[in-house]
């Protein structure tokens, strides 16, 4: 089992800079892949970047790309989220997620053996 904690949620303006982090513990060796996925109100929980947790090319949504950074420090158990030029339609509960192995394809939930509790962004314009 893995466990999974989010922190660094908050309220940004818009054009504004935050970092999320996802505290891993449990089985870390475990895991293949670390994500982020963010849930807007009233809609369905989406895909935002994806890296392996041995390193490598990381994957974004289109939405976020240029604009967002995942990264992770083994050493520490932690996953990344870098925020910039936020925008208010960033605003969502953002979930951290592992894999226990590998799949074909990595922007999906269904991906995904474990989930933190999610943390709130909230962007004011």
């Known amino acids: 089992q893995v466990q999974l904690v989010e922190s660094g949620g908050g309220l940004v303006q818009a054009g504004g800079s935050l970092r999320l982090s996802c505290a891993a513990s449990?089985?870390?060796?475990?895991?293949?892949?670390v994500a982020w996925f963010r849930q807007a109100p009233g809609k369905e929980r989406d895909f935002v970047a994806a890296?392996?947790?041995?390193?490598?090319?990381?994957d974004y949504a289109d939405s976020v790309k240029g604009r967002y950074t995942i990264s992770r420090d083994n050493a520490k158990n932690t996953v990344y989220l870098q925020m910039s030029s936020l925008k208010a339609e960033d605003t969502a509960v953002y979930y951290c997620?592992?894999?226990?192995?590998?799949?074909?394809?990595?922007?999906?939930?269904?991906?995904?053996?474990?989930w933190g509790q999610g943390t709130q962004v909230t962007v004011s314009s």
């Open positions: 890296i392996r947790w041995s390193g490598g090319d990381a």
């Open positions: 449990g089985r870390t060796f475990s895991m293949y892949r």
């Open positions: 997620a592992a894999a226990a192995y590998s799949r074909i394809v990595v922007a999906t939930e269904v991906a995904y053996d474990y």
